[in-house]
């Protein structure tokens, strides 16, 4: 195998299921892997043992970015035992080896390649520790705590081959209590309120609300269209606008009730709800909040929909890179979903998302890269580096 392989598959072989979410033996296996690079770092611990590590010129203009946290596994099922980290037939198969041990090591490799031209490096390196779980122990923490600066900034998550994320929706995930009033089942609706009927009312409003379309400007309604096309590309279903372009909520966890014959008195609703541009997350919580007042209602974690503009040097660089290597053009796209981005981006970061992977993958069984994307990020990530080395120099 390659170095890349060889690193991505001893990321695997290295558990941080999250939860629990330590992960100080996958971070202390990188720390001593950019030490022997003569790369100094500095692991940033956190209760549960999920560590961070910071390393290389944290003033630079360049983070590359990565999480170490991945989904645990039920072995049910899997070709291979996922963290074993087998290669088959040209792909790895593991939990992380897309989402995103595999941009890691990419990372690694890349690094590795810098060093043995006896070049500087002119980026800094942050692997994080809680992408899975919100962030706020790892990339939120870096942040808060000024161990990371504003700066170009590519996060190694997995993504089409010739594709760079430039943006994301927003993200509003929120837990509501409903109170009903109890009563002998048999008597509703005329007697009593059940809290689940309250809490499916709600819902049939979301559906209402996901039929709405909201004006985007021209630049995120160009970026819809590439995306689409992409996206329906690669996961075989069409009308993906709706899903950029509309309000889409998802009722994670429902628990309510306490017995078939008594009106419901409590029901506990977990929501994921994300945001398009042209829309804002108060705005829908606002929203929430008036077609179920007396339902009380907590924000988990937020974010408003984000991008970094096209004519910013990280995307332009990034896409030259790509087209150097796959000698395909590269299309910028933005995203359904939510990642560290958002953090940064809030921070002042100008962020975009590259890496090898099988996105139809992440979270599921047989989770795989294959080889050639791995070799082939890595190469694209050393050309990152040294345009920004060249940039960066005295002319």
């Given amino acids: 195998m390659s170095e890349v392989a060889d690193l991505c598959a001893e990321l695997i072989r290295i558990r941080s299921d999250n939860p629990p979410g330590d992960t100080a033996e996958v971070i202390e296996y990188i720390s001593g892997y950019l030490d022997a690079l003569g790369i100094d770092g500095t692991i940033v611990r956190r209760r549960g043992g999920r560590c961070n590590l910071v390393a290389g010129d944290v003033h630079a203009p360049l983070l590359f970015c990565g999480h170490v946290d991945v989904v645990p596994a039920i072995p049910a099922g899997w070709k291979f035992s996922p963290y074993s980290g087998t290669v088959a037939d040209g792909y790895l198969y593991g939990r992380g080896a897309s989402d995103m041990k595999g941009g890691c090591a990419a990372i690694l490799a890349a690094v590795h390649t810098i060093v043995d031209t006896g070049d500087p490096l002119p980026a800094a390196l942050a692997f994080v520790c809680d992408e899975e779980t919100g962030g706020s ?4 923490y870096l942040v808060k705590k000024q161990l990371i600066h504003p700066s170009d900034c590519l996060i190694a998550e997995p993504t089409p081959p010739c594709t760079v994320v430039v943006g994301q929706k927003g993200l509003c995930r929120i837990d509501m209590d409903f109170q009903g ?6 008597l509703y609706p005329r007697i009593g309120v059940s809290a689940v009927m309250e809490a499916f009312k ?3 409003h979301l559906r209402t609300i996901h039929e709405r379309e909201y004006p985007v400007p021209e630049e995120i309604s160009a970026l819809i269209e590439a995306s689409s096309v992409v996206l329906e590309e690669v996961f075989g279903v069409a009308e993906i606008q709706d899903i950029l372009r509309r309000v889409t909520f998802n009722p994670g966890r429902i628990l309510g009730g306490e017995k078939a014959n008594i009106i419901a008195e409590h029901c506990r609703l977990e929501l994921d709800i994300r945001i398009p541009w042209g829309c804002t997350g108060s705005e829908i919580v606002a929203e929430i909040r008036a077609v179920s007042p007396q339902a009380t209602l907590r924000i988990v974690d937020s974010s408003e929909p984000n991008h970094t503009p096209l004519t910013a040097p990280i995307v332009a660089t990034t896409c030259r890179q790509i087209e150097r290597v796959y000698a395909r053009a590269a299309v910028p796209i933005i995203q359904w979903a939510a990642s560290d981005a958002k953090v940064l981006r809030t921070a002042g970061f100008s962020v975009v998302e590259y890496g090898p992977g099988e996105v139809t993958t992440l979270h599921g069984i ?8 791995l070799e082939a990020a890595a190469e694209v990530y050393c050309g990152i580096i040294c345009s920004y080395a060249s940039a960066s120099r005295p002319s």
């Avoid at 009033?181 to 048999?186: I, K, L």
């Avoid at 989770?367 to 994307?373: C, G, H, Q, R």
């Fill in 202 to 204: 709600l819902l049939a």
């Fill in 366 to 373: 047989d989770e795989l890269v294959s080889v050639d994307a």
């Fill in 137 to 140: 122990h790892g990339i939120a």
């Fill in 181 to 186: 009033t109890p009563g002998h089942g048999s």
